[in-house]
């Protein structure tokens, strides 16, 4: 629901649902945990050229990172900055271990399916983000690397993964600032490391705001050197 000139829409996105929207430079989304332990599978495109999108390798790289939280920004693969973490409560959010897909969760869950359960089915990642997908005209050769939101993976000197549970606690909230007009494509599917045997997935509010452009002294404009390259790239990009 729209509330103020600053506060323009809320909604809460249902446990194991898929949400997408363009969200225009000059706004921020904030995403909030409503009950804690929540996940938010996450996909960025360049809603003007979908063909430039979220690049997981360029936007570690560049930052010297292996995880997302305030002051840092998310890539594309054409150098520029699609968004910006302005805001975050947890301080961890994961970037490396992908989304589930049907086998996974039918393994890990057992098999509901709609004809049995209807709208209480087991979702996964994967499908609910070609669902999203498919209503702008994208599909299966578009699926990049997503991020986790509200999630911690941990990586172990053999290179094994491990999910930190508890990383996330209510009301919760992370930031992402439009550096441009971004379609941004969500599930709140269950991390695919989530060591619990349930299927529990949890609900998360959006909220959409205005948001003042990036000043020169902008935190994730002069967090590491390379930023500020991607900004003046992203900003010629506007001219």
Known sequence: ?????THLWEETIQPGASWSHVLKRGTALRLVDLEGGANVG???YNFEC???RFNMPDTLKAQHIARLTKGFVLYSDMGR???SVTADSVGWHDPLAGTSNRELVEKKYGRATYQEVRNDYYKNGRDSFLVELGKWGLGRRDLVANINFFSR?????DGSMHFVPGNSKARDYVEL???????VILNTCQHPLDPNSKYQPKPVQ???RQAAAPALDDACRISCPENGRGF????????
């Open 206 to 208: 959006v909220e959409i």
């Open 232 to 239: 003046i790239l992203t900003e010629r990009y506007f001219l």
């Open 177 to 183: 600032r439009a550096e441009m007009n971004v379609l």
């Open 50 to 52: 979908p063909v430039e």
């Open 1 to 5: 629901m729209p509330r103020n000139t």
């Open 153 to 157: 993976v941990d990586v172990a000197d």
């Open 42 to 44: 996450a996909m960025f």
């Open 81 to 83: 900055i699609l968004m």
